[in-house]
């Protein structure tokens, strides 16, 4: 084969044509999603608690959970590329409405360890939602697409978790949350049909050998892929792997702690599920409001310097957590998560290149979860000794990052000019 004809059969893998109506349904339908999500997993941890479990099963559930979805992105990502972006999307879009339809039928918590390795197994999907996406709309629109995806999934999931708490509060017990999981169940099954129905191919792989075949050759392409992703991201040099560091230890790695147990520290406080959910549901709302109003002035300001607004913000919320200021710490913790989560993806965007950024990308974001997962595994020991100390070691990691962002302020700014 030529090298002339070689590209013509790349480009046309590629579906080159404008495609609002693929974008829209894609984008609908994860929101959707996240609206299913939101109103139910907010409580998942009490959930827990609910049939048979406690507060150390809450932490090492939660662990499990960010172990299976760091190990998700590359497999995902490679899947959609040999697969196609429809199969990976339909295919694990189903196992996530599963995972749902297992929450809300779990007689034990044994059950729901079940549920959460169906439900981050299903996360391959996303790496293929994000890549049809983009195949859907033209190079100039795709920043603005991207944007537009993110603004409406977290403007509709807003009353989410006030819903769910809602009706939890008036069914009462177990199954309340058995009824908000069939819910989400039925909303991420309802995404299914519209992506079965409405949705088109983007991308087609040119592998067409038997299955056999291209199941020896997914395993050494996956193992391939990671190699070449821990290569690139050697090669990017002292500052990435700085930064890489700072953001696994003190930034994922307190979040793990943290999440499993908000909801179960407001809930010894005395606060219902309709109470912490309308916490939750006017804390997204603030972090919307805030985002969207501080957009114009972050663009002004360099990604290092948000890296450090970011992590004086987070440190901030989680002191203030246990002393009872729940919204007030929970708004500020969503704000300080979005600065500093696109902070670091423009970082990395500026020091990868185009050629190695996905590699880099999908093994930056594999070892920042693994981070989480071992940080949720230390919470489940800390909070059941001392819950009030789970959140004070949160916040304690967030500030440690702050500072070494600021000692490290000349190698990370050198390397960037």
């Known amino acids: 084969m030529s090298i002339e004809t070689s590209k013509k059969s790349n480009i046309n893998n590629i579906s080159g044509s404008r495609d609002i109506k693929n974008f829209w349904v894609a984008s609908l339908s994860e929101s959707v999603v996240d609206f299913g999500i939101y109103s139910s997993r907010t409580y998942l941890p009490n959930y827990i608690v609910a049939v048979g479990g406690n507060d150390k099963v809450i932490g090492q559930i939660n662990s499990l959970g960010y172990f299976i979805w760091a190990l998700s992105q590359p497999l995902g990502g490679y899947l959609s590329d040999k697969r196609g972006r429809r199969f990976a999307l339909l295919y694990f879009t189903g196992v996530l409405a599963l995972a749902y339809l297992a929450y809300s039928i779990a007689p034990t918590w044994h059950f729901i360890v079940v549920a959460v390795l169906l439900e981050n197994i299903s996360k391959m ?21 991207f944007l537009i995806i993110d603004m409406l999934s ?28 069939l819910m989400a169940s039925m909303a991420i099954t309802s995404a299914f049909i519209a992506r079965l129905f409405l949705l088109r191919e983007t991308y087609t792989p040119r592998d067409k050998s038997d299955k056999t075949t291209r199941m020896r050759f997914s395993l050494h392409g996956i193992t391939k892929t990671l190699r070449k992703g821990i290569t690139a991201l050697r ?7 700085v930064i890489l560091l700072i953001e696994s230890i003190t930034f994922s790695m307190p979040m793990g702690i943290l999440s499993p147990y908000t909801i179960r520290y407001a809930t010894v406080k005395g606060l219902s599920e309709e109470k912490w959910g309308e916490v939750v549901s006017i804390a997204r709302l603030a972090y919307f409001i805030t985002t969207i109003s501080v957009i114009p002035f972050l663009s002004k300001i360099s990604a290092f310097h948000c890296l450090l607004i970011g992590s004086a913000i987070s440190s901030v919320s989680m002191f203030l957590f246990p002393k009872g200021y729940f919204l007030i710490s929970i708004s500020m913790l969503l704000i300080g998560q979005a600065i500093y989560g696109a902070a670091i993806f423009s970082l990395l965007s500026l020091i990868a290149t185009s050629t190695i950024r996905g590699r880099v990308m999908g093994i930056f974001d594999m070892i920042s979860m693994l981070f989480g997962a071992f940080g949720s595994f230390i919470s489940s020991f800390i909070y059941p000794y001392n819950p009030s100390l789970n959140f004070l070691v949160a916040a304690s990691l967030f500030f440690i990052g702050f500072v070494c962002l600021l000692l490290s302020f000349k190698l990370i700014s050198k390397y960037l000019s």
């Open 125 to 145: 999907y996303i790496p293929a939602l994000q890549a049809l996406l983009a195949e859907s709309l033209s190079k100039r629109e795709r920043t603005r697409g």
């Open 154 to 181: 977290n403007a509709l999931s807003i009353p989410a978790p006030y819903i769910g708490g809602l009706i939890i509060s008036k069914v009462g017990g177990v199954n309340g949350m058995r009824y908000v999981f």
């Open 235 to 241: 090669s990017l040099g002292k500052a990435l792997l």
